[in-house]
């Protein structure tokens, strides 16, 4: 089957450094998308990373391992309004989209 | 109105009631996703229609049953639902279906209660 795997919730400290992994087993790969969902909204595109490697846009960062099946998104300088899930999705090689359950994100200041 | 936009954004409904989600984009996207988010779990792709064909039906029971008459307009028609089926069910766009169809663009949802 496929499976996309990510912390249920972690808690980071305002001004911080955190680091949200996702490792997938699924048939094929096209692709990974981060997803930032706020409580109550619609989730919004973070990053898409098809290559290994390292893709830094501003305070986010993502970075993927094919070999491993292995994904993480950094989030540098923290800040309160960065509480939210982080959604962890997977194209597969029929180009549907896998959806990890995401990762609650708790900033205390 | 810019965007992806879905109404109503709460909805209560009694298990024999008919009611009827509409999501609309203003992207100009081929293709259109019903998603099903219920608390900690990922979200479920429903169905997917491009160029207002549907390519996906994940097996959805009957009880939900979509329709696009036009690539900016999905709705998704809700009849004899089960108290399970309270969730937030998400509408998103992309420029078209392949590559996982590059970056969705999410509606805000309707949180749907079933009583």
């Known amino acids: 089957g496929q499976n996309i795997d990510q912390p249920t919730e972690m808690t980071a400290t305002e001004g911080a450094i955190v680091q949200i992994n996702c490792t997938y087993q699924?048939?094929?790969?096209?692709?990974l998308f981060w997803y930032q969902q706020h409580a109550g909204e619609a989730p919004t595109f973070l990053s898409y990373?098809?290559l290994d490697g390292l893709e830094e846009k501003g305070r986010f960062s993502s970075f993927l391992s094919r070999s491993k099946g292995y994904s993480y998104l950094l989030l540098k300088e923290l800040q309160m309004k960065d509480s939210a899930s982080y959604l962890c999705a997977v194209v597969d090689s029929n180009y549907q989209l896998i959806w990890g359950a995401g990762t609650k994100l708790i900033i205390k200041p | 109105e810019t965007g992806v936009t879905q109404t109503p954004r709460h909805l209560v409904m009694g298990m024999t009631n008919k009611k009827s989600l509409k999501c609309e984009q203003h992207l100009g996207h081929n293709a259109m996703y019903w998603y099903k988010q219920s608390a900690k779990k990922p979200l479920e792709l429903m169905f997917v229609?491009?160029?207002?064909?549907?390519?996906e039906n994940n097996s959805v029971p009957s009880r939900f049953s979509p329709e696009c008459p036009n690539s900016s307009h999905l709705f998704l028609h809700l009849h004899t639902l089960q108290p399970e089926d309270s969730a937030l069910y998400l509408c998103?766009?992309?420029?078209?279906?392949?590559?996982?169809?590059?970056?969705?663009?999410f509606g805000p949802g309707t949180r749907l209660t079933v009583l």
């Open positions: 699924t048939s094929g790969f096209n692709g």
């Open positions: 229609y491009n160029f207002k064909e549907q390519t």
């Open positions: 998103a766009s992309s420029q078209d279906q392949g590559s996982g169809g590059g970056e969705q663009f």
């Open positions: 990373n098809v």
